[in-house]
Nanobody
């Protein structure tokens, strides 16, 4: 019933920036912690950043200082501002939500990010 729609990916040069968006519907958005995951070719899906219902953020070491996760509960949307992008950031990026200590058991279509010169 809940839907997750990621957008904002694309092709960027190393050192460039992108802002990803994830629109959630079909639920009480403010009751969920939210997170961004990514999956690079041949690799497992990894958690990149999280933001709790109260606004506490956490980041993977690989993106700390470069990425910022935020949310706008009025718009049912979570964002990922990606700065100083590197080739190793290339992946399909997905969002997900967690409520009552359980992540949603499905994924949206993801949005691909390619960092290349």
């Amino acid at each position: 019933q809940v839907q997750l729609v990621e957008s904002g990916g694309g092709l960027v040069q190393p050192g460039g920036s992108l802002r990803l968006s994830c629109a959630a519907s079909g639920s009480i958005f403010s009751s969920y912690d939210m997170g961004w995951y990514r999956q690079a070719p041949g690799k497992e899906r990894e958690l990149v950043a999280t933001i709790t219902r109260s606004g506490i953020t956490n980041y993977a070491d690989s993106v700390k200082g470069r990425f910022t996760i935020s949310r706008d509960n009025a718009k049912n949307t979570v964002y990922l501002q990606m700065n100083t992008l590197r080739s190793e950031d290339t992946a399909v990026y997905y969002c997900n939500g967690r409520r009552a200590e359980r992540w949603l058991g499905f994924w949206g279509q993801g949005t691909p990010v390619t960092v290349s010169s």
